[in-house]
């Protein structure tokens, strides 16, 4: 529901020509921050443009019941989405919802809640009956059971703090890999070989693309990205059935939307947009 890095595009007061571009041109130049639905009932992160986002793209997020967290960034975890299940804010019918994260994860997001809202925890039963929440520390490399899902968390070195988290999410039928905020050794050395070793092929990657033709070291650029998709195909991870997309795109370095989706397809993938639906055996929004 979301395919930006943290600043969203255009940034706020920036003049450069991609975000002049996406002011004057709107369309899928305008990006809000990152967060994919998978089906109606999965969401990959909520961060600060959730709401906004289900409104543009027709979400109805009470039909949510199974939320990953890569990690508590402020662009990826808004605690204001959440503390509104409590019965004060006059919510009506509200539905469990169950949380998976790293516990350092669920640890940082229970002190941002406990800011929104005085005294509220994550790691307290009595508010998490408050807030109908069911709460989970996973643990990397361990698949767990989410609702109808499969899903294990990968090693990101994104935060090392906060034990940041990619996810390999499968229906037995359909692998996803959700890999934003990721740095191209992480990739090579730990999570490749994690698909390698347990023979695993993928049916759609989003990948993390913050930036374009300049250097990066904890995010990905073009150059690195198509490094560790080339190094994904020679392992058998990936072939040309599957669906691979750039997303977690910043400003920097990179082409305005149309021009990015023709550079990036004469280097065999595509690039995600806000809104953008893909259906296999089950149904994605980016």
Known sequence: MGTSAAHSCPLPFCNCNVCDKARKSGGRN?????????????????????MSASFMHGVDTTKIRYWLQTH???????????????SEYASKNIKPLSLFASS???????????QEESGASLLEPKWLGRLNLEVTNVN?????KCGPYSVTALHSAHDTNDDSYLYLVDDNSCKLFYGLDADEQTLMRETIDYFSNNCIHLNVVVLDHTYGDIG??????????????????????VDKETKIFASHISHEGVLSHDDFVL????????????GLEIEINYIITA
């Open 30 to 50: 305008l990006r809000k921050r990152s967060s994919l639905l998978i089906n109606e009932d999965l969401v990959i992160d909520i961060g600060q443009d959730f």
């Open 72 to 86: 508590s960034h402020s662009d990826h975890f808004s605690p204001a989405h959440i503390i509104t299940r409590m």
């Open 104 to 114: 350092r994860c669920i640890q940082h997001m229970s002190e941002q809640l406990g």
């Open 140 to 144: 990397i490399d361990k698949e767990f």
């Open 216 to 237: 990066s070291c904890d995010h990905l650029n073009t150059k690195q990205f198509i490094a560790v998709i080339g190094e994904m195909e020679k392992s058998g991870i």
């Open 263 to 274: 550079s990036a397809r004469q280097n065999g993938y595509d690039v995600a947009f806000d």
